[in-house]
């Protein structure tokens, strides 16, 4: 997954503590391969390889399929095609939809054995497999050549999923979202004869294969066919130091992590610290922003969890960071009476790997194998009205329902760099926001979903209530994340607002990824519930 925090649980341990197959690169073929490993029901291993980071959904496959090359995906694309098998893919296994594991997946293709980070000195960019996971990615990235891609928080996101839907994290207000670097994905796909092959896809409009690229830029996964390299280079970045080519993260960062007792808050002022949140954002999205430097979550963990936090990354080797961090912290907490709350919990100065580390350890469930949750997201171009703010403070305050992880995140991973780009440039199409939103929870007991669902759901709907139940993109909102993949979209009972699940994902790009769609998938081989459909 790549969203920020979730779960309420943010802030309290950071303060503890041509179509053609690409030859193989040299470094590759100096290793040998692994070859292909299948899973069969009776295997011990079946079970863990067919269930995800959420708890509630499994599949029933004939198989699963572990794949270690490109070469080893075709086959096994090209095995279930002609078997007449529905087809699904895993990447880093963080889709919170049923989209993977379901029951009408036969054939579950794995991409853990395709995790190399290397540099392809003949693309003069960075390849990165599409099995690679977050944190794998940063440590080889920063510790190899000393740069990055400015991706989420959660270390076992894998890359796959994260890039294709975007890819957004502490960096991306500085230095733009993930897909903004990608300069160009192979892919496997299956034509209308029903053959699989490996494309190579570029951001060079004059690449033939373009379209295909501008579809793994925020099209989301599962469409189109699978993502087994990406390669990753700044725009416009050139010369033969790999070290100058992709995103140079700041040698420190300011760590800031408040933690503001529920006890402080009544309905007024946390309708106050909702909406003084969304204004500095909202007065700080333009591209040209100073505040850029700066990004930031609010973690509004229900009450039972007895804090919300605010954590808080600033670029320390920019002018100013001190006083923009300062400045940022009294403006969120103006009129709550916290000040000396927030004077008691200092920033960190930190090297920014180790930043990032203490970050993914502070937030338990990231790593937890064993939760069942849902989720909602939500674009905001300007702040949420008082109403909207007191609709969550009702849910999170609400005494029949008391799981500390249930919890409303407002994630200031928009604007700034990303809203540089233009909408219709790469296939994400939210490039005018201020920031977004995570409203979600999660649990472990199967007897909770009715009471965790059912909360979230009326959360969602009382937030969005005058817009038919959703974000619907106008003046202040401006649809969903695709990477927070939400299965009641798609279902009128709560998408009253009569605006399609694809617009509120994709906006106007809808009808060229239908185009996309239709070129390099047109037997709809890959597919979900909510994928690209043929037009």
Not at 74 to 80: F, N, R, S
């Amino acid at each position: 997954m790549n969203g920020p925090s979730r779960r309420g649980l943010l802030g309290g341990a950071v303060l503890a503590g041509g179509a053609a197959a690409l030859p193989a690169s040299p470094a590759r073929a100096a290793a040998p391969v692994a070859g292909p490993v299948t899973v069969y029901p009776a295997d011990p291993r079946y079970q863990e390889l067919t269930v995800g980071y959420n708890q509630r959904w499994v599949g029933s496959p004939d198989y699963v399929r572990v794949v270690s090359s490109t070469a080893q995906v075709v086959t096994a694309v090209q095995e279930a095609v002609d078997a007449g098998k529905r087809i699904s893919v895993v990447s880093g296994g963080h889709c919170l939809a049923p989209f993977v594991f379901n029951p009408e997946v036969e054939v579950v293709i794995d991409l853990s054995g395709l995790d190399e980070v290397s540099f392809d000195a003949r693309r003069n960019a960075f390849a990165v497999e599409g099995g690679a996971r977050l944190s794998g990615v940063y440590d080889t990235l920063y510790k190899k050549w000393g740069v990055t891609i400015p991706g989420g928080m959660c270390p076992t996101v894998g890359i796959g999923g994260h890039a294709t839907g975007g890819g957004y994290g502490f960096l991306s207000r500085q230095s733009g979202a993930v897909i903004d670097h990608l300069a160009a994905v192979e892919v496997v796909v299956v034509d209308r004869s029903g053959t699989a092959r490996a494309v190579i896809a570029s951001r060079d409009p004059a690449d033939p294969h373009h379209d295909l690229w501008w579809a793994c830029t925020g099209g989301g996964g599962g469409s189109f066919g699978i993502v087994t390299r990406f390669w990753f280079r700044t725009p416009g970045a050139s010369g033969a130091d790999p070290g100058r080519l992709l995103v140079n993260p700041p040698k420190d960062v300011l760590l800031s992590a408040v933690g503001i007792p529920w006890s402080a808050l009544d309905r007024a002022k946390f309708t106050t610290l909702v909406t003084n949140w969304g204004a500095w954002y909202e007065q700080h999205a333009a591209p040209a922003s100073p505040a850029r430097i700066l990004s930031g979550v609010a973690s509004l963990a229900h009450r039972s969890s007895g804090n919300v936090f605010l954590l808080t990354q600033v670029d320390a080797t920019a002018s100013g960071a001190d006083r923009l961090l300062g400045d940022y912290l009294g403006a969120l907490t103006a009129g709550l009476g916290v000040d000396a709350v927030v004077a008691a919990q200092p920033p960190q100065r930190l090297p920014w790997l180790r930043a990032v580390k203490l970050i993914a350890a502070g937030i338990p469930s990231f790593i937890n194998p064993t939760l069942r949750g849902s989720s909602k997201s939500a674009y905001l171009r300007r702040s949420y009205t008082p109403e909207q703010a007191g609709a969550m403070y009702d849910a999170l305050t609400r005494t029949g329902f008391a799981n500390p992880a249930a919890a409303v995140t407002l994630a200031g991973f928009s604007g700034g760099a990303i809203n540089a780009v233009p909408p219709s440039r790469t296939a994400l199409a939210h490039r005018d926001a201020a920031f977004w939103t995570l409203f979600e929870t999660q649990w472990r007991d199967p007897a909770g979903d009715a009471a965790n669902i059912g909360w979230l759901r009326e959360l969602y709907a009382s937030v969005w209530s005058a817009t038919g139940g959703y974000p619907v993109p106008g003046d202040q909102a401006d649809g969903c994340y695709v990477n927070n993949p939400d299965p009641d979209i798609t279902d009128p009972a709560f998408n009253r607002s009569g605006v399609p699940w694809h617009t509120l994902y994709h906006k106007a790009n809808y009808p060229r990824l239908q185009q996309v769609k239709a070129a390099y998938d047109p037997r709809d081989v890959f597919r979900h519930a909510q994928s690209v459909a043929l037009p």
